[in-house]
């Protein structure tokens, strides 16, 4: 039996990946703070726990002794939050876990990244080769540096591959769907770009892809951009998201620019007055929500042999069915 060890296992992403890994019989181990409530879970499902923090060298050590596939899911992935955080977690996380890799001799890294290190409000179009673009956003910009730490890992011997994907949506998902949710239910939404797109990939699909940037022999060394390539804009985004929680849509546009301005106007408010609440508008989701690109998944496909399991319209249903079995007033939990 095979192990693997997963980082950020507590989070969306990471607990999807956990029990997926489970199913596929291999052995899991999970870095986690200690005095996270998610480990006595873990444990419940037989995960190994370590505890320690993706910051902490010695501890990353620890967790990857032993392991066959590292799978790098942990990052600060907020559009808000103080910068030396982003900083801490995404970089310094990502060069203990890469180093920790390399010396135990692993037999793939799986980077996780996001499709934001690139620049799709510009480019029509996005693959791999398109070039970082850093937008002196913390989460981005961070991610990026991540990105080329793993680089440099792999060009030391370190077996890699990275994932970037898109907005991931699902049943557990705590950024995407609850928030806008919740923002739609108190008329707080509205429009700043006409079509812009919305490209998402459901969690189900986009764990397909994880274990085959781990197991494929093709997959070593490389990069995959990762979505379902449904067409869909914000609007309609919104409008869908609005029927599935009986409430009206948005219907207030604002000029793009009014846009960015307000959202710089309430971080540097949050920010002289030492507030850790989000802002109601942040430049990060002013840029993600302004996406024209077309995201060209045509490597995973062709390569891989990856394709979207899950359509649009069942991973839609099976969500907003998660979302309504809660209590709205958790909705928004950032």
Known sequence: METVLVTGASGFIGSHLVRRCLKEGYHVTALVRRGNVVASRLRAQGVTVVDGDIRDAGAVGRAVAGCDIVFHAAAMTSDWGDPQDFIDINVGGTRNIADAALTHDVRRFVHLSSFQSFDHVRNERVD???????????????????????????????????????????????????????????????????????????????????LLAATHPGAAGEEFLCCDGEDLTFEAFCERLAAGIHAPPPYIRIPLGAAYLLASLMETAGRLTGSEKRPMLTRQSVTILTSRALVDTSKARNLLGWSPKVPMEEGFRKTLDWLNGIDPAKWKTK
């Open 128 to 210: 791999e080769q398109t070039p970082y673009f850093i937008r002196n956003q913390s989460y981005p910009d961070t991610k990026i540096a991540a990105n080329r730490i793993v680089r440099g890992y792999a060009a030391k011997g370190l077996v890699t591959s990275m994932v970037y994907p898109v907005w991931v949506y699902g049943p557990e998902d705590r950024t995407l769907f609850p928030l806008i949710a919740d923002a739609i239910r108190k008329g707080l939404i509205f429009y700043w770009a006409r079509n812009a797109r919305m490209s998402l990939v459901y969690i189900d699909n986009l764990i397909d892809l994880l």
